[in-house]
């Protein structure tokens, strides 16, 4: 009897595992197709995690905007803030002049309404510098009207959530697995931080909560993917707060200087890590003193560790950062784990990537420029995901990735170095040694068939060199070696 008690149970625990795991990906597939910037896109493959750049879309955005799909992974519609575009990016049946702008920093968020599959709201917010006339407000879109291309519902465009909104709002779910929390900030002096509850019937204002806390900057706050952690910041400020999800409540502040700001930085945006232990910060330098991001570690939530655990660094390898025109836009993790970096300045069409966001200092895997968007510009522009359809997903990796895997292992000694640097490889594969300036010029290249070489660099300038293993025309692991 009991060995048939202990098949029934385990019986039930595969069966529960399998249901966790389909759910999660039904929530990961609202976020496959991205539709942002300039009419730049990308759609994710959601096995592989790989991206591929799509260049059909429409609408213009300067800063946040939205996007979503069904729970199958097909594109339903997205929103620049004053036009939501339908599957056939076209502009959707009732779905112009919104009372929101592009040019604000999040001008529009969309969450599936709560016990209606077919219905969503996109909430909107047309809050520009210190104008809020147009103040936060949603419409109610159908997607099963406009034979099945969706419209938005007719007497249900533009109502008012509250006035005086400023131009931040950032989402998650509520204890009771059904509901939304709706965080913003009121214009008032200070601002204060609100949390607005969100059900079926849509953002219930008579039950909103008022923070303790007053907001900072009001435009780019988050919440954690675990829905328990949310961060507020400036250029001055970090506010690091856990939420309760079941009150609304900000609890625990701990405050930090933002350093960056006493030396002319404009922090812009933020983005949590899938297992909400690592927050990274965009800090737009301008002109000649480049961008810098920042990590931290909240997993132990003390002032202290939290500030003992920074890990900043250059966006643009030095030493082009001194002469790069270029900022930093919205953050936003992607369904294959790792966060995307909008680009700004000029006609930038690339994205940075942080491949590990779970990872410690520099394991975080860092990649300049590394994916372009086919001359379509991103501005400062990503799609903002509520992040909890990103909690604790699994990190996808690429067959280049999966490459880089087995070479993770590899060293490189003595490093920095002023004449011989040793690398020793896991096996003996036949790769291509090339090593790389700062300006992406090749000053070595070798063909290698052994497990240990000795390269002779010390007629190079001394400087910052970028070592590549190249196999089958693929890198597949790189090394910052510094020459002396």
Same mark, same amino acid.
Request: charged share 15%.
């Given at each position: ?28 597939? /609202?976020?496959?197709?991205? /539709? ?14 790989? &991206? ?22 097909? $594109? ?21 002049? %919104? ?13 599936? /309404? ?23 407000? #949603? ?76 907001? $900072? ?44 700001? =006493? ?56 030493? $082009? ?13 992607? &369904? ?22 779970? =990872? ?27 992040? #909890?359809?990103?909690?604790?997903? &699994? ?6 990735? $999966? ?34 300036? =700062? ?7 070798? %063909? ?37």
């Amino acid at each position: 009897m009991k060995k048939i008690n202990y098949i029934f149970i385990f019986l039930c625990l595969g069966f529960i595992y399998e249901f966790n795991a389909q759910t999660q990906q039904a929530l990961l597939n /609202r976020t496959k197709h991205w /539709r942002f910037g300039h009419k730049a896109g990308l759609d994710f493959n959601m096995s592989t995690g790989v &991206p591929t750049v799509f260049n059909g879309s429409n609408g213009v955005v300067f800063e946040g905007n939205s996007s979503i799909s069904d729970t199958l992974g097909n $594109l339903l519609f997205y929103c620049n803030g004053d036009t939501i575009w339908n599957k056939n990016h076209q502009p959707m049946m009732n779905g112009t002049l %919104l009372n929101s702008d592009k040019n604000t920093g999040l001008a529009s968020q969309i969450i599936p /309404r709560p016990g209606n599959p077919n219905q969503y709201f996109v909430f909107v917010n047309g809050c520009i510098n210190d104008n809020c006339s147009f103040n936060l407000r #949603y419409s109610v879109v159908d997607i099963t009207l406009d034979a099945g291309n969706g419209a938005v519902v007719s007497g249900q465009k533009n109502i008012l959530v509250r006035g005086q909104a400023y131009q931040g709002m950032a989402f998650t779910k509520h204890a009771n697995g059904t509901d939304y929390w709706l965080a913003y900030a009121e214009k008032n002096s200070p601002y204060n931080l609100c949390m607005i509850p969100v059900n079926n019937l849509g953002p219930d204002t008579v039950n909103r909560v008022i923070s303790a806390y007053n907001s $900072l900057q009001y435009i780019n706050f988050r919440f954690s993917p675990d829905g328990l952690k949310f961060v507020d910041f400036d250029s001055n400020n970090f506010h690091f707060y856990q939420f309760n999800n079941s009150t609304g409540q900000l609890n625990n502040q701990i405050q930090l200087t933002n350093d960056t700001g =006493a030396i002319g930085y404009t922090t812009y945006s933020c983005e949590f890590s899938t297992n909400s232990n690592k927050i990274y910060f965009a800090h737009i330098g301008g002109g000649l003193s480049g961008n810098v991001i920042e990590q931290f570690d909240l997993s132990v939530f003390t002032s202290s560790a939290i500030a003992a655990s920074k890990y900043g660094f250059w966006d643009v390898p030095f030493p $082009l950062q001194t002469v790069c025109f270029c900022g930093l836009g919205h953050m936003q993790l992607a &369904p294959n784990g790792k966060i995307y970096i909008a680009r700004t300045g000029g006609f930038i069409d690339t994205l940075h990537v942080i491949h590990n966001p779970n =990872a410690n200092g520099a394991a975080c895997n860092f990649q300049y420029n590394a994916i372009g968007l086919n001359n379509k510009a991103c501005n400062f522009s990503l799609p903002i995901f509520p992040d #909890y359809y990103f909690n604790n997903i &699994p990190l996808l990796t690429n067959i280049n990735d $999966l490459a880089i895997l087995q070479y993770n292992s590899t060293l490189v000694y003595p490093n920095p170095t002023n004449a011989i640097l040793n690398i020793e490889l896991e096996n003996s594969d036949k790769v291509k040694i090339e090593i790389a300036n =700062a300006l992406g010029q090749i000053v070595f290249e070798e %063909l290698n068939e052994t497990k240990n070489l000795k390269l002779d660099i010390k007629n190079l300038n001394t400087g910052l060199y970028f070592l590549k293993i190249i196999s089958e025309d693929k890198i597949i692991a790189t090394k910052k070696i510094v020459k002396e």
